[in-house]
């Protein structure tokens, strides 16, 4: 069974830095994509950052220049550096990633971010 689990979510100023952390399940040989996603109260989810097995990165344009994505294959982690936080950067944060091979896709459950003005 494969899990995913965000951490580092909480309330913070705006202006001010977050860093969420996902744990994939040890078992997963190879992840192919690994990435964020947000959703606010009323919208739809959408991309924040992915990352590729071979680094590459992207990310939505109103993320790019403060947030940064990163991984550990060794330890199945994904990252994300969320700095200069804005209050609309407010939303339940989900991993997600793809695994090589099957290209099978998983969601994690979420972490709360909320960003005070």
């Known amino acids: 069974q494969v899990q995913l689990v965000e951490s580092g979510g909480g309330l913070v100023q705006a202006g001010g830095s977050l860093r969420l952390s996902c744990a994939a399940s040890r078992s997963i040989f190879s992840i192919n994509i690994m990435g964020w996603y947000r959703q606010a109260p009323g919208n739809q989810r959408e991309l924040v950052a992915i990352?590729?097995?071979?680094?590459?990165?992207n990310y939505a344009n109103s993320v790019k220049g403060r947030f940064t994505i990163s991984r550990d294959d060794a330890e199945k982690m994904v990252y994300l550096q969320m700095n200069s936080l804005k209050p609309e950067d407010t939303a339940v944060y989900y991993c997600?990633?793809?695994?090589?091979?099957?290209?099978?896709?998983?969601w994690g459950r979420g972490t709360q971010v909320t960003v005070s003005s």
């Open positions: 997600n990633i793809i695994v090589s091979g099957s290209l099978r896709s998983y």
């Open positions: 990352i590729t097995s071979g680094g590459s990165t």
